[in-house]
């Protein structure tokens, strides 16, 4: 029996283009994993919306309220200005709010508030880079405030005013 030369194996053609697609394959897993992994634990940037005045300072607030928002909070961070903070907020109230630092590279006073009112108050935790992290509780909030390790005097009872924020334009 003979092949006519115009017709084509289809064996040979898979094997043809798997020689084009697998190198094409393996390019994009060598430039496509580091991006995804560089995507990961790039910190999240947040613009800010909100204010805190206490005691005559003021903090200038970023705002989480979307479950990956609240997932990343301030991770990956090397720092925050002293005038400078992370709002979670959590929706409903919750009994034994627990926060962890995992990934996250500086101390934090953590701050459970319920309605205004200060629950909890978390002085000085420290970073943790790897699992399993300390899991910090507050007895019950609706709202979690993060702020750079001892710049405030925040105290149990303390009712803060927490407001919405516009920066000026020139």
């Known amino acids: 029996m003979q092949i006519s030369k115009t017709q084509l194996d289809p064996y040979l053609m898979a094997l043809k283009g798997l020689n084009i697609a697998g190198p094409i394959a393996g390019i994009c897993l060598i430039v496509g994993m580091p991006t995804v992994a560089y995507l990961q634990t790039?910190?999240?940037?947040?613009?800010?919306t909100h204010k805190?005045?206490?005691n005559?300072?003021?903090?200038y607030l970023e705002v989480v309220t979307k479950p990956k928002e609240l997932e990343k909070g301030l991770k990956f961070r090397t720092g925050l200005p002293n005038n400078r903070g992370m709002l979670?907020?959590?929706?409903?109230?919750?009994?034994n709010v627990g926060f962890?630092?995992?990934?996250?590279r500086f101390p934090l006073d953590i701050i459970y508030l319920d309605n205004g009112v200060v629950t909890t108050v978390i002085h000085n935790a420290q970073p943790c880079s790897q699992a399993p992290c300390t899991v910090y509780y507050g007895s019950r909030a609706n709202k979690v405030l993060e702020l750079p390790a001892g710049v405030t005097n925040i105290q149990v009872g303390d009712r803060l005013s927490i407001e919405s924020y516009q920066i000026k334009a020139n």
């Open 42 to 48: 790039r910190p999240q940037k947040l613009p800010i």
């Open 88 to 95: 979670f907020k959590l929706g409903d109230q919750y009994k």
């Open 100 to 104: 962890w630092m995992h990934q996250v």
């Open 56 to 59: 005559e300072q003021t903090f």
């Open 52 to 54: 805190l005045t206490h």
